[in-house]
């Protein structure tokens, strides 16, 4: 059995490190970004979008609602520490991931509001017969802007984390 912490950083209240399945804002640094922010919210007062919220534990969350993150870079700059980088905002790993079953679409209810929204066209829908349609997601294309899974009427759609390429070495 793996020990998932040590008994020093239980004592010491660092039980374990950021499990990497929530949205930090964009161009957070990955592994150690709880260590490195201050929870000083500048970053969610300072979002035109109001893409960044500051969740239940203190730190800042990717949480759009009524409009698509920009990547405009305005939380990175404003960050006092180094906890966001406007240098990785192109590194930004979040993608929308499509859950088929439960879209109204292919439930034969007309319901497009993820199409309509999403400003890249990375989301689509091939019709089918009985007046269904399945969503098509082109990841490729999606940003992570996050618009779209805080549309769907029917929680059909949620940003995951891509995993990150592996460069090879070569010798």
């Given at each position: 059995?793996?020990?998932?912490?040590?008994?020093?950083?239980?004592?010491?209240?660092?039980?374990?490190?950021?499990?990497?399945?929530?949205a930090r804002p964009p161009g957070s640094v990955d592994l150690c970004f709880v260590e490195t922010c201050s929870?000083?919210?500048?970053?969610?007062?300072?979002?035109?979008?109001?893409?960044?919220?500051?969740?239940?534990?203190?730190?800042?969350?990717?949480?759009?609602?009524?409009?698509?993150?920009?990547?405009?870079?305005?939380?990175?700059?404003?960050?006092?520490?180094?906890?966001?980088?406007?240098?990785?905002?192109?590194?930004?790993?979040?993608?929308?991931?499509?859950?088929?079953?439960?879209?109204?679409?292919?439930?034969?209810?007309?319901?497009?509001?993820?199409?309509?929204?999403?400003?890249?066209?990375?989301?689509?829908?091939?019709?089918?017969?009985?007046?269904?349609?399945?969503?098509?997601?082109?990841?490729?294309?999606?940003?992570?802007?996050?618009?779209?899974?805080?549309?769907?009427?029917?929680?059909?759609?949620?940003?995951?984390?891509?995993?990150?390429?592996?460069?090879?070495?070569?010798?």
């Open positions: 059995m793996q020990q998932l912490t040590s008994r020093r950083a239980f004592l010491s209240a660092k039980i374990r490190p950021e499990d990497g399945n929530i929870k000083c919210g500048d970053c969610a007062d300072t979002c035109p979008e109001d893409a960044i919220v500051i969740g239940t534990d203190g730190y800042p969350r990717f949480q759009p609602t009524d409009t698509p993150c920009t990547f405009c870079g305005d939380c990175a700059q404003i960050c006092p520490t180094e906890a966001l980088s406007i240098d990785r905002l192109p590194d930004w790993p979040w993608r929308a991931a499509l859950t088929a079953d439960t879209c109204l679409s292919m439930h034969a209810i007309s319901c497009r509001i993820c199409q309509d929204n999403c400003e890249q066209s990375a989301i689509r829908f091939k019709l089918m017969t009985g007046g269904r349609a399945e969503p098509v997601l082109d990841l490729d294309t999606c940003n992570g802007c996050g618009i779209c899974p805080s549309l769907c009427p029917a929680d059909a759609i949620a940003l995951e984390r891509q995993p990150q390429p592996q460069m090879e070495t070569t010798q």
